[in-house]
């Protein structure tokens, strides 16, 4: 229960809520395990209730009508996933499938809706942190699209340099196929601009960490996003 209680605390929807509360939640939920490729939901099905990871990572995803996989998000620790469809009371909209083996711990619908029916404090702080997910979303996604690939690569760098809260290196949370399916490119392409941004000391490649040699640098490909204040990702 300890356990499950500090996830909860770390979860940006639970944040600031009182012990008693993280308790309850606690207390209605359930871990569940998935092998690496193991599906959590597929589009379409009826969400009965939503996760948090607790270790590993899950990915979300759509397919083309030829197979093609797009990825449109991977989640980590502490975050949370397939919330929106169970608040909306909508199908899923996309596929969920764990990357490795991964634990996640399981919120039931019913009985989440009977805590926020008891505990009105509960539901505003919920309403109050999605809506700020939703803009910031929504804000990521504008500043992905209209890029072209390097400008996209260079803002996941950002992105993941302020989730991760380092100013000096990052570690990638994909392997780099898959990213070239999240930023809409192919793995050949991708190679190739991680190779120039190398080549002009923007940064530097290492397997799955990449050291962050010039961030001004990558700030300006990004389109400054960041130094406008435009994106707050956390």
Do not use: C, W
């Given at each position: 229960m300890a356990q499950i209680k500090d996830l909860l605390q770390r979860c940006f929807l639970f944040k600031g809520l009182p012990e008693k509360a993280l308790l309850d939640i606690a207390s209605i939920g359930s871990i569940k395990k998935f092998k690496p490729r193991q599906t959590v939901f597929l589009e379409g099905d009826p969400p009965s209730g939503f996760h948090i990871v607790i270790d590993g990572s899950i990915k979300i995803f759509k397919l083309s009508p030829e197979?093609?996989?797009?990825?449109?998000?991977?989640?980590?620790?502490?975050?949370?996933?397939?919330?929106?469809?169970?608040?909306?009371?909508?199908?899923?909209?996309?596929?969920?499938?764990?990357?490795?083996?991964?634990?996640?711990?399981?919120?039931?619908?019913?009985?989440?809706?009977?805590?926020?029916?008891?505990?009105?404090?509960?539901?505003?702080?919920?309403?109050?942190?999605?809506?700020?997910?939703?803009?910031?979303?929504?804000?990521?996604i504008g500043d992905l699209s209209l890029k072209e690939v390097p400008g996209r690569l260079a803002t996941y760098l950002l992105i993941l340099m302020n989730r991760q809260d380092n100013s000096t290196s990052v570690t990638l949370d994909m392997p780099k196929t898959q990213l070239a399916s999240l930023l809409g490119t192919i793995p050949e392409t991708l190679s190739r601009i991680f190779a120039k941004m190398q080549a002009e000391k923007i940064i530097s490649v290492q397997g799955p960490k990449i050291e962050i040699l010039d961030q001004d640098a990558l700030k300006e490909l990004s389109g400054n996003i960041f130094q406008e204040g435009r994106l707050e990702i956390k």
């Open positions: 197979g093609r996989e797009q990825i449109l998000h991977v989640f980590g620790p502490g975050e949370p996933f397939g919330e929106a469809a169970v608040f909306a009371q909508a199908r899923f909209p996309a596929n969920a499938t764990a990357m490795k083996p991964s634990r996640t711990f399981y919120i039931p619908r019913d009985a989440f809706v009977r805590l926020l029916n008891q505990d009105p404090s509960l539901a505003m702080n919920l309403l109050a942190i999605l809506s700020k997910r939703l803009m910031n979303f929504a804000r990521m």
